[in-house]
């Protein structure tokens, strides 16, 4: 793994050759071995981490220690206010310009209903995919993993877990000495 300096401004590690730190990774046999990996790692106090997988592995945001999401909050709330924006523009126009659509009078709902439904619709959809991105951090153009030969394989039949540096608890032989006491094999270190 080599020696590992900690430079004088923050907790920035770097490798002999000069390198920055992003992390250690570690890859497990299984997907329970990788969800008891994940226990592990959590109950020790760890933030900065993830889990790689080739497909989902049930109950791993617990075993994260995750928690839910805002995201249908967020998206709620916008896709009600698009809607409700939706009707009062129409009625501030028919107030305005006032039209007998149906042989309903001009102040009726009815004829608010189809517009007010697809603004709402149209605008959560947007509220959904742009705060999705946002929440993810995405697009991610680049990630220092990306770097690691056996990390590529991680979408058909690995399981990692990486530990950022930037993790206030993050000690480079502490680290890797928990990875492997929870049963990880070929610990790295990953370079950005």
């Given amino acids: 793994m080599g020696l590992f300096f900690k430079k004088a401004e923050g907790k920035t590690y770097k490798t002999e050759s000069g390198a920055i730190v992003y992390g250690v990774m570690a890859e497990f046999a299984t997907p329970a071995a990788l ?50 924006l939706g009707w009062f523009m129409q009625w501030g126009i028919t107030l305005l310009l006032p039209q007998v659509v149906q042989g309903k009078p001009p102040t009726a709902w009815e004829p608010f209903t189809p517009i007010t439904f697809e603004v709402g619709v149209l605008l959560t959809a947007f509220a959904s995919l742009l705060g999705m991105l946002a929440f993810n951090g995405l697009p991610m153009w680049y990630h220092p993993l990306l770097k690691k030969e056996r990390f590529l394989r991680v979408s058909d039949d690995r399981f990692v877990i990486c530990i950022e540096a930037r993790d206030p608890k993050f000690d480079p032989r502490r680290t890797r000495d928990l990875l492997e006491s929870a049963g990880g094999t070929r610990v790295d270190l990953v370079e950005e």
């Fill in 35 to 84: 969800y008891h990996a994940a226990e592990k790692v959590r109950n020790t106090g760890y933030r900065r981490w993830d889990v790689y997988s080739p497909f989902a592995v049930h109950g791993m945001d617990e075993a994260m220690g995750l928690r839910p999401t805002r995201l249908p909050l967020v998206v709620g709330t916008i896709g009600l206010t698009a809607a409700f």
